[in-house]
């Protein structure tokens, strides 16, 4: 509520002046349920709704609007849409959502088939990008240029945001525009606000002012400044003064309403924990393939080394760390200083890595936000990113995100990983496909996460280096394994280098 407030003055010729000040009334954030907290979102609105995976997602906020069938048709910006029936898969499947801004569709059966039916749009956005577009349009820019994509769909686009009837696009992602500075290629993106956003914090105030816990800060502290009503759900409402001012994560100025959840349900959606030691020989064959890729992936590290290790298989190549060398993992989701899996008993909801596992941090390790994650990777502060692949080509193009009309399961933060200036790229895979098919080919046949990024391919049959300008040079070869084994399994010419031999 706003305060008039009239006074006089004299004026430089004696005359009354008259000055008009508004003061802002003191009022209350806090609301006594999330149904009123939400009630006054209209159909149509586009909401951004923090959390990622099932971390720091406002559960009680989603329930709310659940429950109020009037508010539907809404665009919802969100990492991913949690799993089937549980965060904003409760929303899919009571049909509110009509389109989805994400970098994820990961393991949501239900959110990838109402896509692929053509019942749900769905705009993928980078994961990099789409927290930088929040960031910024909570800055009040409206636009901002970015290497991630170019060379990609994202450039050209094309990419069907809806299928229609016929199973043909009935919407398509719009192109980019393309600018060159300092010699590099970079795309515009527009930025991104929200009517409303709804988000999950650990503690606030009575004035607003946030605290989240561990990695749950995510995509909800720069969701916080980019809407015109911010909703928050917290574990914990305090006095103002409780909370020191340098632990604040958002100031209060962001936040308009306060739900308080002391019952709030933590969910893990990949719960894993530390495996009791078991014989490598006794695991199957596909996992031994698996094993003796990341061993020699491992490799790779150098002491002191900052890197980010990519969902899946190159995550394995935490265990194989050399004694005596330290090396700083990142996770996209906003931590530095990643630890082993946490033995069950330690296992977080509130601690989860970019591939929604619990884990642990080690001495010295930090949480942040999601565009503080993607700042560090798109400024080249990494050294290193291991990250598997569908398909890769001769000049090093990587495909990893999508299998048009078959399988959807986003780009997350590859593509911003690979765009990276002076961050070395290795990738994992297994040589050939499951029915035989070459996946190192002389071009990918599937729409690319990155062009020209790779720098060595890791196989269970040998190790390639992409050398510009030539193409694939064979630098190593796995135990029992020839050059002829890999030329008839590979799908392009490559040179082969004089010291080549069985060395994993």
Not at 245 to 261: A, D, K, L, T
Not at 306 to 334: D, F, K, R, W
Request: net charge neutral; proline share 4%.
């Amino acid at each position: 509520m706003l305060l008039r407030v009239i006074s006089a003055t004299t004026g430089t010729q004696g005359r009354p002046l008259r000055i008009v000040g508004v003061l802002r009334r003191h009022y209350s954030k806090i609301y006594a349920s999330a149904d009123k907290a939400v009630e006054d979102i209209q159909a149509g609105s586009t909401v951004l709704f923090g959390g990622f995976g099932l971390c720091g997602i406002p559960e009680k906020l989603i329930d709310a609007i659940a429950d109020n069938k009037s508010i539907n048709r809404l665009t919802a910006v969100s990492n991913n849409a949690g799993i089937d029936g549980i965060g904003l898969g409760k929303l899919l499947n009571t049909r509110q959502i009509k389109r989805m801004v994400s970098s994820y569709v990961g393991e949501n059966k239900e959110f990838a088939r109402q896509y692929l039916g053509g019942e749900l749009e769905l705009e993928l956005v980078p994961q990099g990008t789409l927290a930088e577009k929040i960031r910024a349009g909570g800055a009040g820019i409206p636009a901002f240029f970015t290497a991630t994509g170019f060379g990609t769909a994202i450039q050209h686009g094309g990419t069907p945001i809806k299928y229609g009837e016929n199973g043909m696009a009935a919407i398509e992602a719009a192109p980019r525009e393309v600018r060159e500075f300092n010699g590099r290629n970079f795309l515009m993106e527009q930025s991104i606000t929200g009517d409303f956003a709804l988000i999950k914090a650990w503690k606030a105030d009575e004035l607003g002012n946030l605290v989240f816990r561990e990695s749950a800060n995510n995509f909800n502290g720069p969701m916080a400044t980019a809407a015109r009503t911010t909703v928050v759900e917290v574990e914990e409402i305090v006095p103002v003064g409780a909370l020191r001012p340098g632990e604040i994560h958002v100031p209060g100025i962001h936040v308009h309403r306060i739900v308080e959840n002391r019952e709030c349900r933590k969910r893990i959606e990949k719960l894993t924990v530390r495996a009791a030691d078991e014989s490598e020989t006794e695991l199957a064959p596909a996992m031994q393939k698996r094993i003796r890729i990341i061993k020699r992936a491992a490799r790779e590290f150098k002491d002191g080394m900052y890197a980010n290790l990519g969902i899946g298989m190159p995550m394995l190549a935490s265990n194989y760390i050399e004694p005596g060398i330290t090396v700083h993992l990142q996770s996209e989701n906003g931590i530095l200083g990643l630890g082993p899996f946490p033995t069950a008993e330690n296992a977080d909801a509130d601690l989860i890595n970019a591939g929604k596992e619990t884990v642990t941090v080690l001495p010295g390790g930090s949480f942040f936000s999601s565009d503080t994650s993607f700042a560090m990777i798109r400024g080249s502060r990494l050294d290193l990113t291991i990250l598997g692949a569908m398909e890769v080509s001769q000049t090093g193009d990587l495909a990893n995100w999508i299998i048009p009309k078959k399988m959807v399961k986003g780009m997350v933060g590859a593509m911003d990983l690979v765009s990276a200036a002076s961050t070395r790229v290795v990738v994992t895979m297994d040589h050939c496909s499951k029915n035989g098919e070459p996946k190192i080919l002389k071009q990918c046949a599937l729409p690319l996460t990155g062009l020209a990024c790779v720098n060595r391919i890791i196989t269970d049959k040998c190790v390639f280096d992409v050398v510009p300008g030539r193409g694939l040079l064979l630098r190593e070869l796995a135990f029992g394994v020839s050059v002829d084994d890999v030329r008839r399994t590979t799908g392009c010419d490559f040179e082969v280098d004089p010291d080549a031999s069985e060395t994993y």
